[in-house]
């Protein structure tokens, strides 16, 4: 007896079943005749569609829902059965695997440092995995250079940062370089030029490089979380506010989640906690991390204060 393994398998077969007699039943005897076509050589035309179309989308579904299991398990912190996972999702065989493999590396680059916090082996081989998708992607896409972007943030984070991987700085020196290559001027590459060069200890040439590239983009949100995060490396404490404040001020939202979380931090830290439970409560609706939330509510127990759902509820925006 042949058995399928998932209910969306059921699904595909009582389909083709129910087509095959919608098929056979609106064909009258008259019309048999007159097209003179048998009935094997219908329903084995129709199968051999079906059977593509239902293998094709079992594989894509399939890897799909394996995938949301994974990142889910991620978002909530179990990243052992997110990692069991995402090694599931290669047993699907999607055509989609590069995609899922980018979006799963860029899940490591976000929590990787918290990982690391409490579980250095389970981080490094959630890292060694990331690299080993983006490699891959890079080798599939040569000309892509979001992906060379990716990498770098990758081993940025976990190479030189986390690991000391030796070469690792000298390698996000060379990709940095065939980022350029690839598109010259892009935006996203000048953040990434001033990261490295803090990660590297010239921070003042990285905070020097981020004013410049704000001068020229005032009106986007990721030129100043690039400005405020290298002062918040550095310690300068005192002026990452001022530097958020100026983003709001001009009514920018963070609509990253890693943003987002930077900017909750930041004001929590010099005891702005309206600030901050905003920006938590944005982070959570981003993520739907039950450790976001928890952190959320528990900030407001504390303060007696409730959770702003706008920026003009605590913010004063200067005109």
Same mark, same amino acid.
């Given at each position: ?138 080798? =599939? ?95 300068? =404490? ?20 890693? =943003? ?60």
């Amino acid at each position: 007896m042949f058995v399928f393994e998932n209910v969306t398998s059921y699904i595909y077969f009582f389909f083709f079943l129910g087509f095959l007699d919608f098929v056979f039943s609106g064909i009258s005897e008259k019309d048999k005749n007159y097209y003179n076509v048998p009935k094997l050589a219908i329903a084995l035309s129709l199968l051999l569609a079906v059977t593509g179309i239902f293998f094709l989308n079992v594989n894509v579904v399939g890897a799909n829902i394996t995938e949301f299991k994974s990142r889910k398990f991620m978002s909530v912190g179990d990243s052992k059965n997110s990692l069991q996972m995402f090694n599931e999702t290669f047993k699907w065989k999607s055509p989609y695997q590069y995609e899922i493999g980018w979006d799963y590396s860029m899940d490591v680059l976000y929590v990787i440092p918290n990982i690391y916090s409490y579980d250095q082996k389970l981080a490094r081989e959630l890292f060694d995995l990331a690299i080993v998708n983006m490699v891959k992607i890079m080798e =599939h896409s040569p000309n892509d250079v979001r992906s060379v972007l990716a990498y770098m943030d990758l081993m940025r984070s976990g190479g030189i940062v986390l690991f000391d991987i030796p070469g690792a700085q000298e390698d996000v020196k060379d990709k940095l370089e065939l980022a350029e290559k690839l598109s010259p001027g892009r935006q996203q590459i000048e953040y990434a030029k001033i990261t490295f060069l803090a990660g590297i200890g010239e921070i003042d040439e990285a905070i020097k490089m981020a004013e410049e590239v704000l001068s020229r983009n005032e009106n986007i949100a990721e030129a100043y979380y690039q400005l405020a995060r290298i002062y918040e490396f550095n310690e300068q =404490h005192k002026e990452v506010l001022p530097v958020l404040d100026r983003a709001i001020s001009k009514g920018l939202i963070f609509t990253d989640p890693v =943003h987002q979380i930077f900017a909750a931090e930041a004001y929590e830290f010099e005891g702005r906690f309206e600030d901050a439970l905003y920006w938590y409560n944005m982070a959570y609706k981003s993520t739907g991390n039950e450790r976001i939330k928890f952190k959320r509510d528990e900030l407001s127990r504390m303060t007696q204060k409730p959770v702003p759902q706008s920026l003009e509820e605590f913010f004063n925006f200067s005109k």
